[in-house]
């Protein structure tokens, strides 16, 4: 019976009293704009299952609507509550950040997503299919493009409402993104909104062989950009031993005290901390649609169906520009002299070479498209300038340009011929004598992009460029005018096109949208100006938005 002593052991090994699992202390409240817009998402896949199918259309409009201004008001209401100043606080165990930046930007893509939702359920702008009212998306996101399934969906009048959920865990991650206080965190965030992106790309109504191929350039180069992000994250920490962002700072700046005796023959590399903060900053220009990361914005913009590309070009610019200060002024301040020549670098390459490229474009949506790589040149112009003024100015930047990004987006929706949007600039000509209402709007906003003064665009780029000057970048403020300048240029033939050429005979149409399209332009318009004629309120308020809790 020698053989019983080795499973006596184990008996009483088992018989140990068990160790106790720490529960986590999660932080509801704080977390509350994210858990409602994600709780509101699932219930939107619900109503997807259950529902039938023609009362799924209110039904998601509705929960939509409902959850991304409950979030809002919680955002406002955290804020109100002081979370912005003095109680700002990293929740959650560590992994989220809950403080002014990343309460200005969650209210900001809230906003900005509301507005984008009214834009996704238009319903007016198309002829109806077989009696049915239908919106930009594909009836049925399965069937192959002009295959029996499809043209069986759209006799049926069916309609893809998934768009609504989809959305909203797009909103979900990128409102943890640029609050996420550790890489794992701001990986994550950063899976959780791009999926949804890739699905939504791929699903425009017409056009829809240049939509899917639109969809997997994105997904096969956001891949790639996860892959480098993730990577990164590996590196730094294997040289600072964890991947919260003080952590790493506090190696970075030298300060730490306990050293994990695994880690300490690699902690404090050096090379690890360049190469890994160099991936990780790759990941994050990758998603501003910074050169050299932005060869997928052009096709992306112009393949998906136009509220989603609006929604996109606004809300992930907010998402990305938040995680970058937030990784370069929280993690890595103490390298300063290591990143800003780069940046430096990248900000001059992307402002001249949106605004050069963009003059040779015929396609509104890609002209639009390289007008968004010059903005992020403008916008990194602020984070160069590391300071409390340049935070702030990129907050009120991106709150101001977010908003006109979707208005001129829905703009173009409205523009329309037999074939759906008529994109090509060709047929813009003379739109102004069609319907001066759409044309001056659509030049209300080309102005703001411009940086023409009364509008927004001004106002942010004003701000932007003197917290650089003042940062001692004075060389990009005068490439950055300069940029502008050349900007202007294709701005103004715009308009010039629409109000001073002849209208063809056989030109497109303005169909007349429904409140929905009209609200979420009348909005742009009346922030443009707002913020163009008043700004010093919203700029008070980014400014005293602008400290990162550390």
């Given at each position: 019976?020698?053989?019983?002593?080795?499973?006596?052991?184990?008996?009483?090994?088992?018989?140990?009293?068990?160790?106790?699992?720490?529960?986590?202390?999660?932080?509801?409240?704080?977390?509350?704009?994210?858990?409602?817009?994600?709780?509101?998402?699932?219930?939107?896949?619900?109503?997807?299952?259950?529902?039938?199918?023609?009362?799924?259309?209110?039904?998601?409009?509705?929960?939509?609507?409902?959850?991304?201004?409950?979030?809002?008001?919680?955002?406002?209401?955290?804020?109100?509550?002081?979370?912005?100043?003095?109680?700002?606080?990293?929740?959650?165990?560590?992994?989220?950040?809950?403080?002014?930046?990343?309460?200005?930007?969650?209210?900001?893509?809230?906003?900005?997503?509301?507005?984008?939702?009214?834009?996704?359920?238009?319903?007016?702008?198309?002829?109806?299919?077989?009696?049915?009212?239908?919106?930009?998306?594909?009836?049925?996101?399965?069937?192959?493009?002009?295959?029996?399934?499809?043209?069986?969906?759209?006799?049926?009048?069916?309609?893809?409402?998934?768009?609504?959920?989809?959305?909203?865990?797009?909103?979900?991650?990128?409102?943890?993104?640029?609050?996420?206080?550790?890489?794992?965190t701001l990986f994550v965030a950063l899976e959780v909104f791009s999926l949804p992106l890739y699905v939504l790309c791929a699903l425009a109504r017409r056009q829809r062989l240049l939509s899917q191929e639109s969809a997997v350039k994105y997904f096969l180069l956001g891949a790639f950009s996860s892959a480098f992000?993730?990577?990164?994250?590996?590196?730094?920490?294997?040289?600072?031993?964890?991947?919260?962002?003080?952590?790493?700072?506090?190696v970075v700046s030298g300060t730490t005290r306990t050293v994990d005796p695994a880690l300490a023959s690699t902690m404090g590399n050096d090379a690890l901390l360049l190469i890994g903060g160099a991936l990780v900053l790759m990941g994050l220009l990758f998603k501003v649609g910074a050169v050299p990361f932005h060869?997928?914005?052009?096709?992306?913009?112009?393949?998906?169906?136009?509220?989603?590309?609006?929604?996109?070009?606004?809300?992930?610019?907010?998402?990305?520009?938040?995680?970058?200060?937030?990784?370069?002024?929280?993690?890595?301040?103490?390298?300063?002299?290591?990143?800003?020549?780069?940046?430096?670098?990248?900000?001059?390459?992307?402002?001249?070479?949106?605004?050069?490229?963009?003059?040779?474009?015929?396609?509104?949506?890609?002209?639009?498209?390289?007008?968004?790589?010059?903005?992020?040149?403008?916008?990194?112009?602020?984070?160069?300038?590391?300071?409390?003024?340049?935070?702030?100015?990129?907050?009120?930047?991106?709150?101001?340009?977010?908003?006109?990004?979707?208005?001129?987006?829905?703009?173009?929706?409205?523009?329309?011929?037999?074939?759906?949007?008529?994109?090509?600039?060709?047929?813009?000509?003379?739109?102004?004598?069609?319907?001066?209402?759409?044309?001056?709007?659509?030049?209300?906003?080309?102005?703001?992009?411009?940086?023409?003064?009364?509008?927004?665009?001004?106002?942010?780029?004003?701000?932007?460029?003197?917290?650089?000057?003042?940062?001692?970048?004075?060389?990009?403020?005068?490439?950055?005018?300069?940029?502008?300048?050349?900007?202007?240029?294709?701005?103004?033939?715009?308009?010039?096109?629409?109000?001073?050429?002849?209208?063809?005979?056989?030109?497109?149409?303005?169909?007349?949208?429904?409140?929905?399209?009209?609200?979420?332009?009348?909005?742009?318009?009346?922030?443009?100006?707002?913020?163009?004629?008043?700004?010093?309120?919203?700029l008070d308020l980014a400014g005293q938005a602008g400290t990162f809790v550390r």
């Amino acid at each position: 019976m020698s053989h019983a002593a080795p499973v006596h052991s184990l008996w009483t090994l088992a018989a140990d009293p068990p160790r106790e699992i720490p529960a986590p202390h999660i932080e509801y409240a704080q977390l509350a704009p994210t858990l409602i817009v994600l709780g509101v998402a699932v219930l939107g896949i619900l109503v997807e299952a259950f529902l039938p199918r023609r009362a799924r259309y209110h039904a998601q409009l509705l929960l939509s609507v409902v959850g991304l201004a409950a979030a809002f008001a919680a955002v406002v209401a955290l804020a109100a509550g002081g979370h912005a100043g003095e109680k700002a606080r990293i929740a959650a165990m560590g992994a989220v950040a809950v403080d002014g930046p990343a309460l200005f930007l969650q209210g900001t893509i809230l906003l900005v997503s509301l507005i984008a939702v009214f834009t996704f359920a238009e319903r007016r702008l198309d002829p109806a299919a077989h009696g049915n009212r239908v919106d930009s998306f594909a009836a049925q996101g399965s069937a192959v493009p002009g295959g029996e399934a499809e043209q069986a969906a759209v006799k049926a009048g069916f309609t893809t409402t998934e768009v609504f959920p989809l959305a909203l865990f797009a909103v979900g991650g990128m409102l943890v993104f640029p609050a996420a206080n550790d890489l794992l965190t701001l990986f994550v965030a950063l899976e959780v909104f791009s999926l949804p992106l890739y699905v939504l790309c791929a699903l425009a109504r017409r056009q829809r062989l240049l939509s899917q191929e639109s969809a997997v350039k994105y997904f096969l180069l956001g891949a790639f950009s996860s892959a480098f992000l993730l990577f990164g994250v590996a590196l730094l920490y294997g040289y600072a031993g964890t991947v919260t962002y003080s952590g790493i700072a506090e190696v970075v700046s030298g300060t730490t005290r306990t050293v994990d005796p695994a880690l300490a023959s690699t902690m404090g590399n050096d090379a690890l901390l360049l190469i890994g903060g160099a991936l990780v900053l790759m990941g994050l220009l990758f998603k501003v649609g910074a050169v050299p990361f932005h060869m997928w914005t052009p096709d992306v913009y112009q393949g998906a169906p136009t509220p989603v590309t609006g929604f996109m070009a606004a809300a992930t610019k907010v998402a990305g520009f938040g995680a970058l200060l937030r990784l370069l002024y929280v993690v890595l301040p103490g390298m300063r002299w290591d990143w800003r020549p780069v940046m430096w670098g990248v900000a001059i390459v992307t402002m001249l070479l949106g605004a050069i490229v963009a003059v040779t474009q015929t396609d509104v949506k890609r002209l639009l498209a390289y007008s968004s790589i010059a903005h992020a040149g403008f916008i990194l112009a602020g984070v160069i300038a590391a300071s409390p003024d340049g935070v702030s100015s990129v907050l009120f930047y991106l709150a101001a340009y977010s908003f006109v990004t979707l208005g001129a987006f829905s703009v173009v929706t409205l523009v329309r011929d037999a074939g759906g949007e008529a994109t090509h600039l060709s047929k813009w000509a003379g739109l102004g004598r069609r319907s001066p209402l759409v044309a001056a709007v659509f030049a209300v906003f080309l102005l703001a992009f411009a940086g023409i003064p009364l509008t927004s665009g001004f106002a942010g780029k004003f701000a932007v460029f003197k917290a650089a000057a003042q940062g001692g970048a004075g060389t990009l403020v005068i490439v950055g005018v300069l940029s502008s300048a050349i900007a202007a240029f294709f701005y103004v033939r715009v308009i010039v096109l629409m109000f001073f050429s002849e209208p063809k005979a056989d030109g497109p149409t303005v169909a007349v949208p429904s409140a929905l399209t009209s609200t979420a332009i009348a909005v742009g318009v009346a922030v443009t100006v707002v913020l163009g004629a008043a700004p010093q309120y919203f700029l008070d308020l980014a400014g005293q938005a602008g400290t990162f809790v550390r």
